[in-house]
């Protein structure tokens, strides 16, 4: 095999979605350093960022990625709308109950998609669409669109935590919740703000998975194991590591294919999620500890 | 002599024992006092429960005339009484810049003065703006800690034992900036494990015992009471 070859069939395919896992995964990430849980319906709320995008496509006649910034709003909605009427109320409880409930919100989100949409595969648009041939590296404009997206999206959210003034709340929130009380920062708008970016987020992710692959009710389930393993990977509470960890986990995934059977790809995921809890827990840019 | 904290009769604790009984203690304009007294004795209890951290079950407490028995933190934080805590109180993952940045996060408007002032008390922190709080040595995290409660020009600090850990050399120099911080017009209360010390530079200081008032007077007179240096100050 050449190194073409190796490029074209893997390691791009591997940074497509390795992106789509790295907008999840910065969500997943700064959910547990302001909320400190593991929030598990995190898969199935991008399942519906991509079916919300889908109704913006059929019912408005936009085109898909007009319908993104719709689908984007409207997850982040839902994101605040469903912390506000269960997990707030859980705040005091020990994080396992949260756990279990963000379980339960998942099959209900789900539930919810499947009867709305149904449980058939759909596309945002039909027809075969070849790659385009850059100095040997093939690569399909959706693909291209996928990584700036994600490139964007992420810098912005960068910015804003380094840059201003809620941003900082946030990150001294994670740092110390104690002292950022005590500081006068108002924790609850933190929390809205915390909803609606991994919302947000969610919903482009599942967006760009629905736009290179199908849109399938069980599509954002499926990605909740490659998206938890890049956050701890690349360390719980790192925005840049959830990145980092999404592009590794995706290029793993399809260039284990070279050397076990395609159905055990999702394997990978599981493997790296495993290795990294017993061998270095704290991930690779030193995150927290989940 | 006109009170700006006073805290009558006040009972307060954790769960089901109540860690002070009857605790009374006042706090003047521009005055510096001390809590000393032996390990849970309920000096941090004190200072926790004047933040409204702790239920507090009997008492009031008065400050500038307002009643702010049961207040929230931030509400007390805004009435001008800001706490440094003992342990944990810098934003490790922050810059010096950004825990003052934080610190004054409720001030609406230019921030410049209070940095001003803050940079004033701590030149060695101006130096280091960009460094990351985490970093630095546990004096200059003490210093970054009062920086942060300095920033919204509070009328009282409370400090949960300021040289707790740290060498004489820092402790001095802690005592130092208390000093230009009382005369920058703001009170303080702290409790402190160095009792001598801690006397010996404050106005006032109370003794507290097993949760309750046992001496109080001026730093000087404390220190020669026989038997308040026999109980607590090792003879």
């Known amino acids: 095999m050449d190194l073409f070859e190796l ?195 969610c919903a482009a992710s599942g967006f760009f998975l629905g736009v290179n692959t199908e849109l399938k009710s069980m599509m954002g389930w499926h990605m909740l194991l490659p998206m938890f393993a890049a956050a701890i990977l690349g360390g719980v509470g790192r925005v840049e590591g959830a990145v980092l960890g999404g592009l590794i986990v995706g290029i793993a995934e399809e260039l284990s294919v070279l050397v076990i059977p395609s159905e055990y790809k999702a394997a990978m995921a599981f493997a790296i999620l495993l290795f990294m809890l017993l061998v270095r827990p704290t991930g690779l840019l030193k995150g927290k500890v989940l | 002599m006109n009170a700006l904290l006073s805290m009558e009769n006040l009972t307060a604790g954790y769960g089901e024992a109540d860690i002070l009984q009857n605790v009374s203690m006042t706090v003047a304009q521009d005055e510096i006092v001390a809590i000393v007294g032996p390990n849970g004795a309920g000096k941090s209890t004190a200072m926790k429960s004047v933040f409204g951290l702790l239920s507090v079950r009997g008492g009031k407490m008065l400050f500038d005339g307002d009643e702010i028995t049961g207040w929230a933190p931030n509400r ?54 960009k460094t990351l709080a985490g970093s630095l040595s546990g004096g200059q995290r003490q210093m970054v800690a009062m920086g942060r409660a300095l920033m919204l020009d509070p009328k009282l600090l409370l400090l949960d034992e300021p040289t707790a850990g740290l060498s004489p050399k820092y402790m001095e120099q802690i005592f130092q900036i208390c000093r230009d911080v009382q005369d920058a017009g703001v009170a303080i209360l702290l409790v402190e494990q160095h009792a001598k010390q801690a006397l010996a530079f404050s106005d006032r200081g109370y003794v507290l015992a097993a949760g309750k008032n046992r001496h109080e007077g001026t730093g000087a007179d404390l220190l020669a009471d026989r038997e308040v240096a026999e109980m607590f100050l090792g003879g």
């Open chain 2, 76 to 129: 007390i934080v805004q009435r001008g009484i800001c706490y440094v805590p003992q342990v944990d109180n810098i934003f490790r993952e922050m810059s010096i810049h950004e825990n003052l940045e934080m610190g004054g996060f409720l001030k609406t408007g230019d921030l410049t003065a209070a940095y001003d002032r803050v940079y004033e008390l701590f030149p060695d922190l101006k130096e280091r703006r």
């Open chain 1, 7 to 201: 490029l074209n069939f893997y390691v791009v395919p591997g940074i497509v979605l390795g992106s789509i896992y790295a907008l999840g995964a910065v969500g997943i990430t700064l959910i547990f350093a302001i909320l400190r849980y593991a929030h598990l319906a995190h898969g199935d709320m991008a399942t519906l960022g991509a079916f919300l995008a889908l109704a913006a496509v059929t019912s408005l006649g936009v085109s898909p990625y007009a319908a993104l910034p719709i689908a984007i709003v409207g997850t982040a909605v839902v994101a605040v709308g469903i912390d506000k009427v269960f997990y707030e109320h859980l705040r005091e409880r020990p994080k396992i109950v949260t756990v279990m409930a963000s379980l339960g919100i998942a099959l209900m989100i789900r539930a919810v998609v499947q009867v709305v949409w149904g449980v058939d595969t759909q596309t945002y648009s039909r027809g075969i669409v070849r790659p385009e041939d850059y100095f040997g590296i093939r690569i399909r404009d959706r693909e291209i669109f996928t990584i700036l997206a994600m490139v964007a999206l992420v810098g912005a959210l960068q910015l804003f935590l380094t840059r201003s003034k809620w941003g900082k709340a946030m990150r001294a929130m994670s740092d110390n919740p104690n002292l950022a009380l005590l500081s006068g920062i108002d924790n609850k708008k933190v929390v809205i703000l915390t909803w609606v970016i991994a919302g947000g987020l």
